[in-house]
């Protein structure tokens, strides 16, 4: 079995080798919102480039979630893309909205996505609110 420290090291050197664009949808709270914090602590001021959207509903808590990613990583960019993506008529317009700011950010190229998180608390199923169940425990 490979050793933590080992995955850690390669993490640390592929977000470092090269520049990232990474978009974390439900990214203002929870794990998500974490995993943002660390890469961007990650990546620092020592890395190639990143690029970072947060696609979610929570203006007030992505904006803090910004500055702190700004204060450790300062050469990142960081956008938020302020949509209910747990509604799939919004997904059109977020993935618009993406595509405007990322074309727009890369200097016209196409807009392309290194990495994807998606991690959204709830799914909204009309009248029905179903949270998501924990998980099933170790495989």
């Known amino acids: 079995m490979v050793q933590l420290k080992e995955i850690k ?34 990546h620092g001021d020592s890395g190639k480039g990143l690029r970072l959207y947060i696609v979610g509903r ?16 300062p050469h990142g960019q960081f956008y938020f ?19 405007k700011l990322e074309e727009a950010a890369s200097n016209g190229e196409p807009a392309h996505i290194d990495i994807l998180m998606m991690s959204i608390a709830w799914y909204d199923f009309g009248d029905q609110k179903c ?6 425990g170790p495989l």
């Open 131 to 136: 949270k998501l169940l924990p998980p099933l």
């Open 9 to 42: 090291a390669a993490n640390v050197a592929f977000v470092k080798s090269q520049p990232l664009v990474a978009v974390f949808v439900g990214g203002t709270s929870g794990i998500s919102n974490y995993t943002v914090k660390t890469l961007a602590a990650t």
């Open 58 to 73: 929570n203006k007030e808590s992505a904006d803090k979630t910004i500055a702190e990613c700004q204060r450790v990583c």
């Open 81 to 99: 893309v302020q949509v209910d993506a747990t509604l799939l008529r919004n997904v059109d317009r977020a993935c618009a909205e993406f595509v």
